[in-house]
């Protein structure tokens, strides 16, 4: 579908409406695979790697080629956002080869974030072009693909055994931890949340669900991390769009955030560590972890292990077997260290700069009226405020959730009309 800087729309090549239909349904695809109460542990690779996300990954890294699209889109990038990707490529295959603990799971992680960044690259080269969709057809696209994977999960909750059979902690939907599941949600909602501002009639009613629904699941969930980029993106949204916009976004965020916690009591809490009231840290008695349930022992020994290792980092994936903590950890819970571990002061300075000039890029794209872009810069907000205290980058499905954000906020036209009608 065509896009003519008025949203409005052209005629749709039956390539194109699959290309959006495997972007908006990867996630749903993904966590119904998953779909088992007996939450079997050999679904733990599938949980992790996300097959069928890889998959339309990889499919849109064929359509870009196939369309001789790709190559030029790499081609007309600065020219020093060029040499620092061909530095950090040729650094994380490095660190790869050289990686502290296994150097196959190493390769594989780091094969997979190369296969991110190619798609992303893909995805705006299919959807920046003349042939490119709506900007009203990739939202109502996304939405409708979430709202799918929100009934799922829906459907998986209230179908779980009541016994003490069913970990709800693991949960195992799609993940191997509830909270990473409501960060999910999170970037889910936030999205919608922007959409809310820019489109109408039945598309705005998909927004709302959408927003409300995930924004009570995390609420439900007890997980303060998600709650914390939900909010973040809000502030930074409402600071950020123009101000006939500013506080009709505000009460929109202010309506959803009452109306999700009203929703989230529907459903009895599983576990002690669930709910809202945990959330809020109402009659929470903290563990010998505290508040922060143990991320700053995990921050000063990463720091220490960093020390360690300052020039090129251990590899991708390394920190479980590597640093030596009280419970074993996948990462340090925190974005910046997480990538200097990986790739040292070298490759993590490398690596930290290009998001910074991204985020600056999806910010200025952003500005104004209300549109793609600006729900672009909400979702990619809340992740780098996640990234405070835990590590959006880390499995393959929140960072595919990230590519598309920065896709859509960089795509998106500056300053576009005020509703996508």
């Not at 992303?120 to 969709?133: D, H, I, K, M, Q």
């Not at 191997?176 to 109408?200: D, E, H, K």
Request: net charge positive.
């Amino acid at each position: 579908m065509g896009y003519d800087g008025r949203m409005g729309e052209l005629r749709t090549s039956f390539v194109d409406r699959c290309i959006l239909l495997a972007v908006a349904l990867a996630p749903a695809l993904f966590i119904a695979l998953t779909f088992d109460h007996q939450q079997p542990r050999a679904l733990n690779d599938l949980r992790s790697w996300a097959y069928p996300v890889l998959a339309v990954e990889l499919l849109l890294i064929v359509a870009a080629i196939l369309r001789s699209a790709l190559v030029p889109t790499i081609v007309q990038l600065p020219r020093l956002a060029r040499w620092l990707l061909l530095a950090l490529v040729l650094l994380l295959a490095l660190s790869a080869a050289t990686a502290a603990a296994s150097i196959p799971y190493a390769v594989a992680r780091t094969a997979v974030l190369c296969i991110h960044l190619l798609a992303g690259l893909s995805l705006y080269a299919l959807w920046n072009g003349p042939g490119g969709p709506s900007d009203r057809t990739v939202l109502t696209g996304l939405l409708s693909g979430w709202l799918c994977f929100l009934l799922i999960a829906l459907a998986f909750i209230a179908l779980a055994p009541e016994a003490g059979s069913f970990d709800w902690a693991f949960f195992g939907l799609g993940v191997q931890n509830i909270r990473s599941f409501a960060s999910y949600c999170m970037m889910m909602s936030v999205l919608a949340l922007g959409a809310l501002l820019c489109l109408t009639g039945w598309r705005r009613a998909l927004a709302a669900a959408v927003a409300l629904i995930a924004l009570a699941l995390i609420f439900w969930s007890g997980s303060r991390g998600p709650a914390l980029g939900w909010v973040a993106a809000w502030v930074a949204g409402i600071l950020l769009v123009a101000r006939p916009y500013k506080m009709k976004l505000l009460g929109q965020g202010s309506a959803l955030l009452v109306a999700a916690a009203a929703l989230s009591f529907v459903h009895q809490v599983p576990r002690f560590n669930f709910g809202l009231l945990r959330l809020l840290g109402i009659g929470m008695e903290y563990g010998p972890n505290g508040v922060t349930s143990g991320r700053t022992q995990i921050w000063a020994t990463t720091i220490d292990y960093i020390a360690r290792s300052p020039l090129f980092g251990y590899g991708v994936g390394q920190f479980r077997p590597v640093v030596d903590l009280p419970t074993r950890q996948p990462f340090p819970h925190n974005t910046v260290l997480q990538f200097l571990f990986n790739w040292g002061w070298v490759g993590g300075t490398i690596a930290l700069i290009l998001l910074g000039w991204l985020g600056l890029a999806v910010t200025r794209r952003a500005r104004g009226a209300p549109g793609l872009a600006f729900c672009g810069f909400l979702l990619v907000a809340s992740c780098f405020a996640f990234g405070v205290v835990d590590e959006p980058f880390f499995d393959v499905m929140p960072i595919y959730l990230f590519m598309l954000a920065c896709v859509i906020a960089l795509r998106g036209k500056e300053n576009p009309p005020p509703t996508l009608n």
